[in-house]
């Protein structure tokens, strides 16, 4: 992965325990605050392409919409069928305020 960082919005624009979808140019992430923390990952389910930002967050996992299959926020590794595949996630930081994400 290369060392390209993108800036996405200010960090007070995400409360806590809720997410955007952020369109990088090449793909769809949701970057999501939990309890403070900023994660980004994927916005495509693996088992048949839902959209992750319509489901809900249950701890550090998000509920795919369609069939419930369940994927870590922090590390995009699937827990729960009837998905068997991980997303990505991607690393995020904190620069000036401003929320960034490193993108491939
Ligand atoms: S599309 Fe996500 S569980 Fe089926």
Redesign the pocket.
């Known amino acids: 992965m290369t060392d390209h960082w993108l800036s996405v919005c200010a960090k007070t624009d995400i409360p806590a325990g809720e997410w955007i979808t952020f369109d990088t140019g090449v793909e769809e992430l949701l970057i999501i605050n939990l309890e403070g923390d900023i994660y980004a990952i994927q916005d495509l389910?693996t088992?048949?392409?839902?959209n992750l930002a319509d489901g809900e967050l249950d701890g550090d996992e998000i509920v795919?919409p369609?069939?419930?299959?369940r994927f870590c926020i922090k590390s995009g590794k699937v827990t729960t069928p009837?998905?068997y595949e991980d997303i990505k996630a991607f690393p995020t930081r904190i620069h000036n305020g401003m929320i960034e994400v490193q993108v491939d």
């Open positions: 389910c088992h048949d392409g839902g795919c369609r069939h419930g299959a009837p998905a």
